[in-house]
């Protein structure tokens, strides 16, 4: 069965770097999603993706946070100046469509950011 | 308001025991609702879509009430492999996004 699959599964780093979280969606997929759940809450909604562009972004996805799909596999979250607050679970999800009914979204098993 | 509420939990029940989750959400443009089931630091994987007329899938039975905003999840015949927190979750309106509930946590117990 395909699935999403996310790299690193753990990535620790120090306040003020830039990390790179990377996903490689379901092959037919065409819509990429990232959500954050930070320890203990629930998941959050960061930013949609579809047609090389970003279609919706939560408040949360402010000017440190940046995706793109460099290739035709890979769809990547930036955090360019990472902060303590930034600490979650990161998961990466994608769609085949949406159109109610066919906008399913599965996950991947998420990348545990750490800022120390 | 919050967007999607769900019951707070945790729930503890007996093997074999039928369990009821309840949800509520606010955005009545809301097209789509679903339940994910989550386990200890996992991702959240689909357990089932909501229809309007309902539906079931073995032992999981989805009820969706359009005009009280209200989706529920029941469960029967619990096993231990059951133990979760059950997410309630529906899109966001016209939007793409999903927006997750809070969730509800589920220890079925031998």
């Known amino acids: 069965e395909p699935e999403v699959t996310q790299t690193p599964s753990h990535q620790v780093t120090q306040m003020g770097q830039e990390v790179i979280l990377r996903c490689v969606p379901i092959?037919?997929?065409?819509?990429f999603y990232w959500y954050r759940q930070i320890l203990g809450q629930k998941v959050e909604f960061l930013v949609s993706f579809y047609n090389n562009e970003i279609s919706e972004k939560s408040e949360i996805f402010d000017d440190q946070f940046s995706v793109e799909r460099p290739d035709g596999s890979n769809f990547t979250l930036k955090i360019r100046s990472t902060k303590l607050e930034d600490s979650a679970m990161y998961f990466c999800?994608?769609?085949?469509?949406?159109?109610?009914?066919?906008?399913?979204?599965?996950f991947g098993p998420g990348t545990r950011l750490l800022v120390l | 308001r919050k967007e999607v509420e769900q019951d707070p939990g945790p729930f503890n029940v007996p093997e074999g025991a039928t369990v009821a989750f309840n949800c509520t959400y606010s955005n009545s443009a809301s097209q789509s609702f679903f339940w994910y089931r989550q386990d200890c630091r996992k991702e959240p994987k689909l357990l089932m879509s909501?229809?309007?007329s309902g539906n079931e899938d073995g032992r999981f039975t989805a009820q969706l009430n359009r005009a009280s905003q209200y989706i529920s999840l029941l469960i029967r015949d619990s096993k231990l492999s059951d133990s979760a927190t059950y997410l309630c979750v529906v899109n966001g309106g016209y939007g793409q996004n999903f927006v997750f509930g809070p969730g509800t946590r589920l220890s079925v117990l031998p």
């Open positions: 909501v229809y309007s």
């Open positions: 999800a994608s769609s085949e469509m949406y159109r109610v009914g066919e906008e399913t979204q599965y």
């Open positions: 092959s037919n997929h065409l819509y």
